[in-house]
C-alpha cells in the first residue's frame, strides 16, 4: 500500500485508512435523518452543559451523574443499531459479552481500589492538599469558563499520558491489550488491562459529591464528547466540532492496523491538543487491531502486561549477562 503523507510521516502504509475529511463518507438517508446525525454530538452537550449548570444542588450529585450515563450509554448502543458506520463492526453476541465484562470489572475494580483507599481519605487529602483560597481568582471565573478550562487541563494530562504509552514500553505494555481491538463500539473504552485504567483513571469517581459544580461540568463535557471516541455510529461532524474535539474518525484511525496511524490522536476529548503538538491526522480507518486483527481473549488481557514485561526482562537480563561472556566464548571458536 502506498499510505498518504501527513507531515512529515506516511499514513496508511500497513492498511487502509482514509486520510482527509472530504474522503469520509456521509450519512446516507433522508432529511430527518441527515439532520438527526449531524447535530446530535452539539445538541447533547450543550443539553449536558445546560443540566449539571441549573440543576439544584439536590439534583447535582453523584447518582444523578450515575443515572445519567446509563440512560446515555442505551440511547447510543440503539444509535449504533439504527445508524452504523460500519456493517463489520455491528455488536455480535460475543462482542457485546465480552464488552459487558470489561465494563462490570472497571466497575468492580474502581469500587476495590475506592474501597482500600478509603472515600474519606481521598477526600480530606485532596483538602488538605490544597489551598482553596490560592485558588479564588480561578473560582472567580465565570462556571463556564473553569469547567472548560479543568477539562482541558484534565486532557491535557492525558494526552501525555497516552502519548508516553505509545513511546515508552513499559508502558505500552499496559495499553497493547486495549489495542488489539478490532472494532468499535460504546463500550469498547472499558476493554484493556486493568492496570491501564488505574493509570488513566487514578479512580477520581469517589469525588463527585464533594467537589464543585465546574468539576462536574468539566467530567459532562468529558463525557458527552469522549463517549463518541469508541462508537459505531455514522456521523455528519460539523466543521467546528471536528476542529476542536475528538471523534470517532479521529479515533479509528489511532486504532488502526496502520503502525504509524496508531501514533496520532491522542486527546481523549479536546483534538487541538493534538494539532497543537503535531500528532493529528484528520481520517478514518474500519480495519482495526495488532497483527492484522488477531482477537486478544480476556485471560490474556489480564495477564499480557505482567507475561511481556516477564519475557522482556528475561531477555534484557540474557543479553547483559551473555554480553559479558560472549566475547571470550567468540575467542574459543576455531579460526578460519
Ligand atoms: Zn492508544
Not at 233 to 253: A, K
Amino acid at each position: 500500500m502506498a499510505g498518504v503523507q501527513v507531515g512529515k510521516r506516511i499514513i496508511g502504509a500497513d492498511a487502509p485508512v482514509i486520510v482527509g475529511w472530504e474522503n469520509i463518507p456521509k450519512v446516507e438517508g433522508g432529511p430527518i435523518k441527515q439532520f438527526v446525525f449531524t447535530w446530535f454530538q452539539p445538541v447533547m452537550l450543550f443539553a449536558a452543559i445546560a443540566f449539571w449548570y441549573y440543576a439544584p444542588n439536590w439534583l447535582a450529585v453523584a447518582s444523578t451523574a450515575i443515572a445519567i450515563r446509563l440512560g446515555w450509554t442505551v440511547l447510543l448502543l440503539a444509535l449504533e443499531w439504527v445508524n452504523p458506520r460500519h456493517k463489520s463492526w455491528q455488536l455480535t453476541w460475543k462482542e457485546g459479552v465480552t464488552d459487558a465484562f470489561y465494563v462490570g470489572l472497571g466497575m468492580t475494580f474502581i469500587g476495590m481500589v475506592d474501597a482500600y483507599i478509603g472515600d474519606g481519605v481521598i477526600l480530606g487529602a485532596v483538602r488538605d492538599a490544597f489551598d482553596w483560597e490560592k485558588f479564588d481568582w480561578f473560582t472567580g471565573l465565570p462556571l463556564l469558563v473553569q469547567a472548560v478550562l479543568i477539562s482541558m487541563i484534565f486532557d491535557f494530562g492525558q494526552y501525555w499520558m497516552h502519548r508516553a504509552m505509545h513511546n515508552w514500553h513499559p508502558l505500552w505494555l499496559t495499553h497493547a491489550p486495549h489495542h488489539y481491538i478490532t472494532q468499535l463500539n460504546v463500550q469498547k473504552g472499558a476493554v484493556g488491562n486493568p492496570v491501564e485504567l488505574f493509570l488513566i483513571g487514578l479512580g477520581i469517581g469517589g469525588l463527585f459529591d464533594f467537589l464543585p459544580r465546574a468539576f462536574l461540568l468539566a467530567g459532562a463535557i468529558g463525557m458527552t464528547v469522549g463517549a463518541y471516541q469508541h462508537i459505531n455510529v455514522r456521523f455528519n461532524v460539523p466543521r467546528w466540532w471536528r476542529f476542536i474535539f475528538n471523534t470517532t474518525e479521529h479515533h479509528s484511525v489511532h486504532h488502526s492496523q496502520d503502525y504509524e496511524a496508531t501514533r496520532s490522536n491522542y486527546s481523549g476529548t479536546w483534538i487541538i491538543w493534538d494539532r497543537i503538538f503535531g500528532t493529528c491526522v484528520d481520517g478514518e480507518a474500519e480495519v482495526l487491531g495488532m497483527e492484522g486483527g488477531r482477537r486478544m481473549h480476556i485471560g490474556e488481557t489480564m495477564v499480557f502486561p505482567f507475561r511481556e514485561g516477564w519475557r522482556d526482562g528475561k531477555a534484557w537480563l540474557a543479553k547483559k549477562l551473555g554480553g559479558a561472556s560472549n566475547p571470550p566464548a567468540a575467542g574459543l571458536e576455531p579460526a578460519e
